[in-house]
Each structure stands twice: as structure tokens, then as C-alpha cells.
């Protein structure tokens, strides 16, 4: 079980926003993502877009989408790797592939960034790969 899932994805000054918002959606249909005005080093404009599930039943439609989209395998596989000593899954999901409507890992740097909260006790990262494997396992 997971508390929450945060996505989050930069939205460069070459982008369109509303297209950049849609790959968001891919993952979360919910998803209204706030939005952070950033800078670039050379005075470009970006923003940065966020979006946090906190329901359950947006948790798992994430997760559900995921799997169906086949992406699980490659998830699952490093899963001790991609979690932190918080308990924190990390994922990064290809943000073109997500401008299309299909779910992939990333490759690149070009990402929409997923930070997934485990609901483990004791909150470690053992105890968090074993709780989320279960739940990924269960869907």
C-alpha cells in the first residue's frame, strides 16, 4: 500500500503546457497539477508541474495503468534500487512516450518523475521493498 504518489515534470519554454499537462494525465487522469514558475540558467522560463495522488482510489488506478501499460516488469525489476532509505519508490516515466498515451520507463532525462510513498512498518527499506512488492503483486 502506498500513502501517497507524487508526479512531477518540467515543462521547458519549447514546450506546449496543455500537452506537457496531457502526458500528466496519461498517468493520472485526475490530475491537476499545480504549477511552479522556475528559471532556467540562461533566463529561459520553465515550470515545473506537480501533481500528488493522496486517495486510495487514484493510488491504485496509477498502479493499474501502469500494469496494463506493461510496465511492471521493468518497475519490479531493481525494485530495491529505485527505493530509498524513506521508503520512497522512485520511478521516472518516459514524458514523449506519455505525449502519446503509452507508459514506459525512462531512458533519458526527459521524464515525468514519480516519488511513491510505501506504507511499511517499520518505515525501512527492507520492510518497504517486501510491502510494496505485495501490493504491486496483488493487482
Not at 15 to 37: G, K, N
Not at 45 to 58: F, H
Not at 83 to 104: N, Y
Request: hydrophobic share 40%; net charge neutral.
Amino acid at each position: 500500500m502506498f500513502h501517497s504518489v507524487e508526479l512531477r515534470t518540467y515543462c521547458h519554454a519549447t514546450e506546449d503546457e496543455e500537452r506537457v499537462r496531457r502526458a500528466l494525465r496519461t498517468l493520472a487522469p485526475d490530475c491537476d497539477p499545480s504549477t511552479e514558475r522556475l528559471e532556467g540558467a540562461h533566463g529561459n522560463p520553465i515550470l515545473l508541474l506537480t501533481c500528488r495522488l493522496e486517495r486510495r482510489e487514484a493510488i491504485e488506478g496509477f498502479w493499474r495503468r501502469v500494469r496494463d501499460a506493461g510496465a511492471f516488469p521493468q518497475a519490479l525489476e531493481g525494485i530495491a534500487d529505485r527505493m530509498d532509505d524513506d521508503a520512497v519508490l522512485h520511478l521516472r516515466f518516459a514524458k514523449q512516450q506519455a505525449f502519446v498515451g503509452s507508459i514506459e520507463l525512462a531512458r533519458d532525462d526527459d521524464a515525468i518523475a514519480v516519488r511513491a510513498k510505501v506504507v511499511a512498518h517499520p518505515a525501512k527499506k527492507g520492510a518497504a521493498v517486501k510491502a510494496a512488492r505485495e501490493y504491486l503483486g496483488g493487482l
